[in-house]
């Protein structure tokens, strides 16, 4: 009963608009002091031990790194450079500008790692364009949202960093499965923007004439040996995530300062200010649902929900469909990182125990939790892009909601044949 009262007090935190770190510390701190009018009360020191806890993992060193290499690349005007290339690529087929933000989100999914940055990042370049050349706010604002869940599931991915840290996984081997999932949703949306295309009469560009083209390749195609870097250092038993994270920060440091000559003093202190201001938020994060996660299991919440689902069935394919259209349904009203932090220590013993592959079903969870990204009520990427577009939350999903139901069907895939996730994790790392 006292689980319950607390679940109950963090939704309507949530739900009131408080911080996600303060709603989970809060509700957290609402537990230890009710338990004191049970039988075997928590001790506070709990709170401190766990809050300490959460943050100390030799892993979550990688994201304020990425997060920084992320900044400099904005700084720097890599932005403008992924999609111009993008552009010279895919913009004269059918589809036009739709697939100059697919293909660009996928370019810049190898960089940043975090979907609400690459949408934000391409829906103010490209949202007004496409808006000028007769596309809809709405469609534009939609396939931008769709093709930005690409991005935490390419690497590097700050998501899968975190489930690294949290469930005991190989943050190399989340990085390598990502890629042929990743080229999987690629290709799925771009058939999918090609359809609409036709079935609208959407405009195309230009081809690109050739010279424009080489300029276009050479502008864009060096931000794209971030990722590269990141999965061969891997791959070759060069660095671990974390030194590659940081050797991906002295790279964008070397284009930015040297290459492009668009990175001033100035720039590099605004990108190391907001990368130690998101990591703070991040981190808090991280802390206060670390503690939640350890009382939600001593309160013997993990073992109500397995008991649960196993009540259901004990076919993992119907319990991974169970856990499917719960995450998705969770992730409309709370953020991934909570979800993760308190549902991993529930959801990996389980379906461990039934067979299930932790890297696959890694994979799983962090794309249900993007998608929930896009589905309303409080979608937070339907919310970007609505402020990018200056339209309503509802007008996005009604002008993506072709692509998000392809995402979907990805998901349906990728879940029920584990094969496409481990194919590269298997043949390389293990």
């Known amino acids: 009963m006292l689980s319950v009262v607390v679940v109950v007090l963090l939704f309507l935190f949530i739900l009131l608009g408080m911080d996600i770190a303060y709603a989970i510390g809060v509700a957290a701190l609402a537990f230890i002091a009710l338990s004191q009018l049970a039988p075997r009360p928590i001790n506070p020191v709990l709170f401190v031990q766990e809050l300490t806890a959460g943050v100390d993992s030799f892993a979550l060193l990688a994201i304020p790194m990425f997060i920084f290499a992320g900044e400099l690349m904005t700084k720097s005007g890599v932005t403008r450079r992924l999609i111009n290339f993008a552009a010279s690529l895919v913009a004269h087929r059918p589809g036009g500008l739709a697939n100059v933000g697919i293909t660009g989100n996928l370019f810049m999914a190898g960089i940043s790692g975090s979907s609400i940055a690459d949408a934000a990042a391409t829906g103010t370049v490209l949202i007004p364009e496409m808006k000028r050349r007769g596309y809809s706010a709405s469609y534009a604002a939609g396939v931008i949202s769709a093709a930005a869940c690409m991005a935490p ?41 090609g359809f609409i295309a036709r079935r609208r009469g959407l405009p195309v560009e230009p081809k690109m004439p050739g010279r424009e083209k080489w300029l276009a390749f050479r502008a864009g195609i060096l931000p794209l040996g971030a990722p590269v870097m990141i999965v061969m250092t891997k791959v070759l038993g060069i660095a671990t995530p974390t030194e590659s994270a940081a050797l991906v920060v002295v790279y964008t440091l070397f284009l930015g300062f040297f290459v492009y000559r668009a990175l001033s003093p100035a720039d590099f202190m605004t990108a190391a200010v907001n990368a130690a201001m998101t990591t703070a938020v991040v981190m808090m994060t991280v802390a206060t649902s670390q503690i939640f996660g350890s009382l939600a299991v001593l309160a013997g919440l993990g073992r109500l929900i397995s008991d649960f689902l196993l009540s259901i069935s004990s076919n993992p394919y119907v319990i991974l469909l169970i856990v499917n259209v719960g995450l998705i349904i969770l992730g409309t009203v709370m953020e991934p990182l909570p979800l993760m932090l308190i549902l991993s220590p529930i959801l990996f013993p389980l379906l461990g125990g039934m067979g299930v592959d932790p890297i696959h079903l890694g994979l799983v969870m962090v794309l249900n939790l993007v998608l929930g990204g896009v589905t309303p009520p409080v979608g937070l990427n339907l919310f970007v892009m609505a402020r990018v577009a200056k339209i309503g939350v509802m007008d996005v999903f009604m002008g993506g909601w072709p692509y998000y139901l392809v995402l979907f069907g990805v998901l349906m895939l990728l879940t029920y044949v584990p094969q496409i996730t481990l194919f590269l994790p298997t043949l390389l790392l293990r």
Request: proline share 7%; no cysteine; aromatic share 8%.
């Open 153 to 193: 599931i390419i690497p590097p991915s700050i998501m899968f960093i975190l489930l690294a840290s949290i469930a005991n996984l190989s943050v190399g081997e989340l990085f390598v499965a990502g890629i042929i999932p990743g080229i999987v949703m690629f290709v799925a949306l771009i058939l999918t923007s």
